[in-house]
């Protein structure tokens, strides 16, 4: 069983910063594309952010110039820095793990974010 371990959630005030992190296996992390997909109450969980093995990014439009994802190898590790946050963007957040050709995904437990004053 691949375990996704995700931190870093919570409240915090609009116009606030908030940093996610998530510690995937060796086995796996540098192999898989990692991502970070966001889903608010009643809606359909979607895509905010995305990064391959080799560093190329991929944005939701609604979160890019605020949201940065960046991955740490040596430490199994991918994070999104999200700054200028709004109250639509309270959600909660899971990390995934995609293998290549998408023939196993993963997913994090989810870590609540909140935005609100």
């Known amino acids: 069983q691949v375990q996704l371990v995700e931190s870093g959630g919570g409240l915090v005030q609009p116009g606030g910063s908030l940093r996610l992190s998530c510690t995937a296996p060796?086995?796996?992390?540098?192999?898989?594309?990692m991502g970070w997909y966001c889903q608010a109450p009643g809606k359909q969980r979607e895509l905010a952010a995305s990064?391959?093995?080799?560093?190329?990014?991929n944005y939701a439009d609604s979160v890019k110039g605020r949201f940065t994802i960046s991955r740490d190898n040596a430490k199994n590790t991918v994070y999104l820095q999200m700054d200028s946050l709004k109250p639509e963007d309270t959600a909660v957040y899971y990390c995934?793990?995609?293998?290549?050709?998408?023939?196993?995904?993963?997913w994090g437990q989810g870590t609540q974010v909140t935005v609100s004053s």
């Open positions: 995934n793990a995609v293998a290549p050709g998408g023939i196993y995904t993963y």
């Open positions: 060796g086995t796996i992390f540098g192999l898989y594309t």
């Open positions: 990064i391959t093995t080799s560093g190329s990014t």
